[in-house]
């Protein structure tokens, strides 16, 4: 018997949003790393003040992508510029369906004339490989799964992360020496005794740092070398609960729905696509709750990716896109609640903890109209309260605006949109997204 695919799972649901409304849902955290090694409030501060070690080798997926058509069918199916594109540059991958919206973005990085590989959650990459076997593209693809799929084997690559102020220091005591220039998102090959692998100007957390990626047969090597050459400095390794909380001074919002469940043009996709997926299991929940999974869709222009989008070739989504350029009406903030509020509606004490969630909250104005919706919230320790990233209208995302964001669970299908479920409100204030003025300003100046 076939393997039920996205289609069938939402036949039998009903629609896109009963198959996916998952009240009590967990928020996800990374796999393969203890749930804290020093604790996620120093893990938090070793990227604000010291130095902090990531290894980021364990959640995502990889697709490698070679062949002489590669270029081509990327470019038929991503919004990015290959024209300028660099042996050894990552760029933010960003595909979208007809409509304009993202199919969920993930970072490709080009490893040489014809080659690529594409990671972040596997979506994006199912979207590639359909479209590369529905055209006839002449590729080839390898992919290496997120370790839950591994069945016990190793990952394919390492990828280990060095970032905060003294990320530069760490680099020189283990090669000897600064590493050569490079630009942000871009790469140089490097070497620790006999391993060979490649350091990525990149950093996640509003700070900057390295992205060491190579064979998993240098894994250990790399690793214990960076960390030996961080242990003067303090360095820190970041565990799964601090991790996550990384974004939110970068502003990436990494959870995305992609914009697949309903065109009639992409019955065959969700056909190809199977059930149990991140399409088919990444759960949606909160107290903004809607019948219509057009209104969990987002724009690559809403998310911030418009520097990563050129025109100058065709892409399946290209006139909807250049179209809602136009006509963007909700912009990317950063909310950050009121303490007092979190203690007494959260927290339900002097300190409201760890609290990580992945829910859709719906944000309104101080007179109860619908404002936006949350996508990530989480503690930010040196702020003192909970932030969110959200997307909020426009005309409420000016810096200082007092909002409120919805504190509940929509108990979904079954239960009114706008029934009233007596949740109780957290007062916030809105700021720029991404929050960290250095990755505002500073981290990409030189990209």
Request: hydrophobic letters at 40%; aromatic letters at 10%; a negative charge.
């Amino acid at each position: 018997m076939a393997a039920p695919s996205l289609q069938d799972g939402i036949d039998r649901a009903g629609s896109a949003v009963e198959l996916l409304w998952k009240p009590d849902a967990e928020p996800w955290l990374p796999e393969g790393l203890d749930d804290e090694y020093a604790g996620w409030r120093r893990e938090q501060a070793a990227w604000r003040s010291g130095v902090a070690f990531l290894d980021l080798s364990h959640h995502m997926s990889d697709t490698f992508i070679e062949g002489p058509d590669a270029v081509r069918l990327l470019e038929s199916v991503s919004a990015n510029d290959y024209a300028r594109f660099e042996i050894g540059q990552a760029k933010q991958f960003v595909p979208v369906a007809g409509d304009g919206n993202i199919v969920t973005d993930g970072i490709l990085m080009r490893t040489a004339e014809a080659g690529f590989v594409l990671s972040g959650i596997p979506a994006a990459q199912n979207w590639v490989k359909y479209h590369a076997e529905k055209g006839g593209y002449d590729v080839a693809f390898v992919t290496d799964p997120e370790a839950r799929w591994r069945q016990g084997r190793d990952a394919r690559l390492f990828r280990y992360q060095v970032q905060g102020p003294l990320a530069a220091e760490l680099v020189e005591n283990a090669f000897g020496g600064p590493l050569p220039e490079v630009k942000f998102f871009h790469s140089a090959p490097v070497a620790l005794r006999h391993a060979r692998f490649r350091a990525l100007r990149h950093g996640m957390a509003g700070q900057a740092g390295y992205e060491f990626i190579g064979d998993w047969q240098d894994a250990a090597l790399v690793r214990d070398s960076l960390m030996a050459a961080g242990e003067p400095l303090g360095l820190v390794r970041v565990g799964a609960l601090a991790y996550p909380t990384a974004s939110m001074g970068s502003g990436w919002i990494p959870t995305p729905t992609p914009a697949i469940y309903t065109d009639p043009e992409l019955a065959d996709y969700r056909a190809y696509v199977g059930l149990f997926t991140y399409e088919g299991q990444n759960p949606l929940h909160g107290s903004f709750y809607s019948e219509r999974i057009e209104d969990y869709y987002t724009s690559p222009y809403e998310l911030g990716y418009g520097r990563s989008i050129s025109f100058r070739h065709d892409f399946i989504g290209r006139d909807a896109l250049l179209k809602a350029k136009e006509e963007i009406t909700r912009t990317r903030v950063t909310l950050v609640f009121d303490a007092e509020d979190v203690r007494r509606v959260i927290g339900g004490g002097e300190d409201p903890g760890y609290v990580h969630s992945y829910a859709r909250n719906r944000v309104e104005t101080a007179s109860g109209e619908p404002a936006g919706v949350t996508f990530q919230t989480d503690p930010v320790d040196h702020v003192g309260t909970l932030l969110s990233l959200a997307l909020v209208d426009s005309e409420f995302a000016a810096p200082g605006t007092e909002v409120s964001v919805v504190w509940g669970r929509h108990p979904g299908p079954g239960t009114p949109a706008d029934a009233d479920l007596g949740f109780p409100r957290v007062r916030a204030t809105v700021h720029p997204a991404p929050y960290d003025d250095h990755a505002r300003r500073r981290y990409r100046r030189n990209a």
